[in-house]
Nanobody
Framework: VQLQASGGGLVQAGGSLRLSCAASGLTLNKATMGWFRQAPGKERELVVAIRWSGSTYYRDSVKGRFTASRDNAKNTVYLQMNSLKPEDTAVYYC??????????????????WGQGTLVTVSS
C-alpha cells in the first residue's frame, strides 16, 4: 500500500490550497481516510476523517474552511483548504485505517501513512 500526498506549498493568510492523496494497493472507499497535521513542537492531530461510508468528521478549528472529498474512480482523497491561517502551518499527512476503527481521531488507529506535504501560511 502506498499513499502519495501532494499539493502543499507557501500561501498567504486567507489563501487556498488543495491537497491530494493518491492511493495504490488500497481501495479508499473500503477504509477510513484521515488527514492529519503536525506543526513544529506539537503533536500530530486529526484535521478531518472520511469514513468508508463517505461521512466526514472535522476538527472544530477547520470547520467551514476545509473540505475533504474522495474520488473513488481515481482512488484519491482531497483536502480543499480555504481561508488559511498562519496557525494552519504544518506538515499534512494522509493516512488509511483499513480496520475502520472507532477512534478515528487517534493516529494509532491508522495503518498506512503518506509521506507528508508541507503547508506554510504566511501572515
Amino acid at each position: 500500500v502506498q499513499l502519495q500526498a501532494s499539493g502543499g506549498g507557501l500561501v498567504q493568510a486567507g489563501g487556498s490550497l488543495r491537497l491530494s492523496c493518491a492511493a495504490s494497493g488500497l481501495t479508499l472507499n473500503k477504509a477510513t481516510m484521515g488527514w492529519f497535521r503536525q506543526a513544529p513542537g506539537k503533536e500530530r492531530e486529526l484535521v478531518v476523517a472520511i469514513r468508508w461510508s463517505g461521512s466526514t468528521y472535522y476538527r472544530d478549528s477547520v470547520k467551514g474552511r476545509f473540505t475533504a472529498s474522495r474520488d473513488n474512480a481515481k482512488n484519491t482523497v482531497y483536502l480543499q483548504m480555504n481561508s488559511l491561517k498562519p496557525e494552519d502551518t504544518a506538515v499534512y499527512y494522509c493516512a488509511a485505517d483499513i480496520h475502520r476503527s472507532v477512534s478515528i481521531s487517534d493516529a494509532q488507529s491508522y495503518d498506512y501513512w503518506g509521506q507528508g506535504t508541507l503547508v506554510t501560511v504566511s501572515s
